[in-house]
């Protein structure tokens, strides 16, 4: 079995769009990006990529009747509403789609209590990967793959998430600092998503954790040094008190910012996927990508 035709839904977000350009310079896909009716957006705008609307609320019969004909669908939009995850699921199944790729992605693993504890964001990665898993066992012909790749590294730079401000020359540091964490590029992401879908039977029904690297951080704030000739000024975070005040003032209110403080210390001390029964770098033909490397494209803008 061989997967042809692939369905992104979120082809216009910050991961969509680089996973866009990786299904499309792949070759081996014919990709199709899904829009909500009312978007602006242009994903693909000027490429062979088709485009078909999905109703703006997501409702089942309309997703159903869009992804009829698809092999594969992406969820690669935020989990503003669970519910929408959990119906394109359920769409997908319906219209016949053989493979769901969950909008995981993951910081940090839905299956770690603490996430889920922590953070609704996790509790909702974590019912639409038992979603899948449900519609999987009644329905042989629908499988899923979920990929968790840690910190979006690039990405993570340029929003804040991993506290290494590249204009002031500060960093973070967590407690003593000696915890290494895996971290991936957006084309990392993208390269572990083309390679799963080019391996249709081993990574069937799993979650497989990739990354560009797994680095502790100041091995990441040294790269950073070398890389601008610079030393930073580097401040110790207490993880423990930082992570009590930042569910405090979530549990208060909430709001963005605080949910990605702790994304952000979840992504550095609970993310070693080299220790994952599900470690899928040899499976996929991955390889480490050269730190110094990334961190100089970052510097020089070129991860955005
Ligand atoms: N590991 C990490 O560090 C990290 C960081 C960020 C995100 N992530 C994960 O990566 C995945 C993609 O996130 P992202 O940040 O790339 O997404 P994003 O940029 O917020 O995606 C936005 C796109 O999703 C579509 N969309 C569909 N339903 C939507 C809704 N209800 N609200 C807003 N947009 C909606 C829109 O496309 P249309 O307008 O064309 O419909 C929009 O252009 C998620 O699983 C997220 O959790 C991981």
């Given at each position: 079995m061989a997967f042809n035709k692939v369905c992104l839904v979120g082809g216009n977000g910050n991961l969509g769009t680089i996973l866009l350009n990786g299904l499309v310079a792949a070759g081996d896909f014919t990709v199709t990006v899904a829009k909500r009716a009312s978007s602006k957006s242009t994903p693909?705008?000027?490429?062979s990529v088709e485009q078909i609307t999905i109703p703006d609320d997501m409702n089942l019969a309309g997703l159903t009747d869009a992804l009829r004909g698809q092999d594969v669908v992406i969820a690669s939009f935020?989990?503003?509403?669970?519910n929408q995850h959990l119906r394109l699921v359920e769409a997908a199944a319906l219209a016949g789609v053989k493979r769901f790729i969950p909008a995981d992605f993951g910081s940090?693993?839905?299956?770690?209590p603490n996430a889920r504890r922590l953070l609704k964001l996790y509790r909702d990665k974590d019912l639409v990967r038992h979603k899948c898993e449900e519609i999987a066992a009644a329905n042989p012909a629908f499988s899923w793959t979920a990929l968790v790749c840690g910190h979006f590294f690039d990405f993570g730079f340029h929003d804040g998430l991993l506290h290494?401000?590249?204009?002031?020359k500060t960093a973070d540091i967590l407690d003593d600092g000696s915890v290494r964490a895996s971290a991936s590029t957006l084309r990392r992401v993208a390269e572990g998503t083309v390679a799963a879908l080019r391996r249709p039977e081993p990574t069937r029904n799993r979650t497989l954790y990739i990354q560009s690297f797994c680095r502790s951080q100041p091995e990441v704030l040294a790269a950073l040094e070398r890389v601008t000739g610079v030393t930073w000024t580097r401040r110790t975070i207490d993880s423990k008190a930082f992570l009590e005040e930042a569910s405090r003032k979530l549990a208060a209110k909430y709001d963005k910012h605080t949910m990605e403080e702790i994304v952000f210390v979840l992504g550095a001390l609970e993310?070693?996927?080299?220790?994952?029964?599900?470690?899928a770098m040899e499976l996929l033909g991955l390889e480490d990508e050269d730190l110094d490397q990334v961190v100089a494209e970052v510097v020089a803008g070129l991860g955005k």
């Open positions: 693909g705008a000027g490429s935020p989990l503003v509403d669970v940090c693993d839905a299956a770690s290494f401000d590249l204009e002031n993310a070693d996927w080299t220790k994952e029964e599900g470690f």
